[in-house]
């Protein structure tokens, strides 16, 4: 291989790294450190070499440093050079002297040019995976996007603005999530992973960070910090609950997160596939952030237990299941949200004294089904016999058979009784 071909090789590799970010500098020093490498295993070190580099005419030179010895006395032609051999450079030299002399690459052999080759593929490949983990390292947290490549039954593979790849995972994903090729994507960077010096961008839609990065783009004072967001629970693409707080006491934080007729936080929704979103007035104030967290529901007396971080929730029989909600996503992301178990009781002004609460059957009755029907405001035999069937499996999320085996033993309970 010529000179010109290893100046080519050079200017070939100075091209490529252009085009993954790595800065002149350091690509000067991986150019310099490869040479050295070759060299060294070449011929034991690299000590006496001089590698300069000129990024600016984009070539090199390489100067080998050698010592003058006595005819007889040379035992390493790499790092010295005879008396009478340097006396043909320069007349003048002495035995001792210094004598610097050009060498080229392309003297040393094909296969130094191909160990050369191998050894900057290596080292460039090895710093374009740390910029990019490096890059991404930073982006954690941050919204990105992404167009489409690649779509697989587990993950979506995405190409940034420089091709660099970018995964969604299905796990990430919003349920009803769904991408062609081709298609921009928004997501945030949820974590970057790097093993064995291989890194992956892991995305998300999912991650209650992504809704919270949406508001700070629809919502200019929450990006301004005059509104702070202090807590986000999320069941990707069914429903959220977003608490909210103002430090300007002229400025209503529920409203200007909604926008004017909705305006703000429908992009938002469209984003997340109609995610519904409540939006609250965030309160220091535990008792009255759960009454506020359980919306639209009406809570007619609480008792908590900030140890046990619990609460006991007392509603109007007609408020129960708005409390609920549907397939019961109301008061779990009040719990979510809020931090606390929360256990919905039905609020009976006037107990019952042939009523019977639940906890009387555990013998009959497994504790865990007693439990699941206390979370939907079922306390006594009567509640549960008063509700719909129907209600019981769904909102309980229970067997049907199981419903049948309780309603059974209640109801052979009063019967002994009359």
């Known amino acids: 291989m010529a000179k010109k071909e290893v100046i080519s090789l050079i200017d070939t590799f100075s091209e490529f790294k252009e085009l993954k970010n790595i800065d002149r500098m350091t690509m000067i020093n991986v150019i310099e450190d490869s040479f050295r490498n070759v060299i060294s295993k070449m011929f034991g070190t690299d000590e006496n070499y001089d590698v300069i580099i000129n990024p600016d005419k984009g070539d090199l030179e390489i100067w080998r440093n050698r010592t003058i010895v006595?005819?007889?006395?040379?035992?390493?032609?790499?790092t010295e050079i005879s008396l009478s051999d340097a006396l043909k450079i320069d007349k003048d030299f002495e035995v001792g002297e210094e004598v610097t002399d050009e060498v080229f690459f392309e003297n040393f052999?094909?296969?130094?040019?191909?160990?050369?080759?191998?050894?900057?593929?290596?080292?460039?490949?090895?710093?374009?995976?740390?910029?990019?983990?490096?890059?991404?390292?930073?982006?954690?947290?941050?919204?990105?996007?992404g167009e489409v490549y690649q779509v697989w039954k587990k993950e979506i593979l995405l190409l940034d603005d420089e091709k660099?790849?970018?995964l969604l995972p299905k796990t990430e994903q919003i349920p009803s999530d769904f991408f062609?090729?081709?298609?921009?994507?928004?997501?945030?960077v949820a974590r970057v992973e790097n093993k064995n010096n291989n890194p992956k961008i892991?995305?998300?839609?999912?991650?209650?960070?992504?809704l919270e990065r949406l508001f700070e783009l629809e919502v200019p004072e929450i990006n301004d910090g005059l509104i702070t967001i202090k807590s986000i629970a999320r069941i990707p693409g069914e429903r959220a609950k977003v608490a909210v707080e103002s430090y300007d006491d002229r400025i209503d934080p529920v409203g200007a997160c909604v926008g004017m007729k909705g305006s703000r936080i429908h992009g938002i929704v469209r984003e997340l596939r109609n995610e519904n979103i409540d939006i609250i007035n965030y309160t220091s104030n535990?008792?009255?952030y759960i009454q506020r967290a359980l919306s639209p529901a009406k809570v007619s007396r609480i008792k908590l237990n900030d140890d046990e971080k619990r609460a006991e929730v007392f509603l109007r029989p007609e408020e129960v299941s708005l409390a609920i909600g549907k397939g019961g996503l109301n008061i779990k992301l009040a719990s979510m949200l809020t931090g606390y178990v929360i256990d919905v009781y039905r609020d009976i002004d006037d107990f019952?004294?042939?009523?019977?609460?639940?906890d009387e059957f555990r013998d009959e009755i497994d504790e865990w089904v007693i439990e699941q029907l206390k979370k939907i405001g079922c306390v006594t035999a009567k509640n549960v016999l008063?509700?719909?069937?129907?209600?019981?499996?769904?909102?309980?999320?229970?067997?049907?058979?199981?419903?049948?085996?309780?309603?059974?033993?209640?109801?052979?309970?009063?019967?002994?009784?009359?």
């Open 202 to 210: 892991i995305l998300s839609r999912t991650s209650p960070v992504f």
């Open 286 to 288: 535990m008792s009255l």
């Open 70 to 78: 006595e005819d007889g006395d040379l035992e390493d032609p790499n």
């Open 386 to 418: 008063a509700a719909n069937r129907e209600t019981l499996i769904q909102d309980a999320d229970l067997e049907e058979n199981t419903v049948d085996e309780v309603l059974a033993i209640l109801r052979a309970e009063f019967e002994d009784e009359g």
């Open 109 to 145: 052999g094909r296969r130094a040019i191909l160990n050369l080759r191998q050894t900057l593929a290596s080292k460039i490949l090895e710093l374009q995976k740390d910029s990019l983990y490096n890059k991404y390292k930073e982006k954690v947290g941050e919204i990105v996007s």
């Open 352 to 358: 019952d004294e042939e009523d019977i609460y639940l």
């Open 164 to 166: 660099e790849e970018l």
């Open 180 to 188: 062609r090729k081709g298609e921009h994507v928004r997501a945030v």
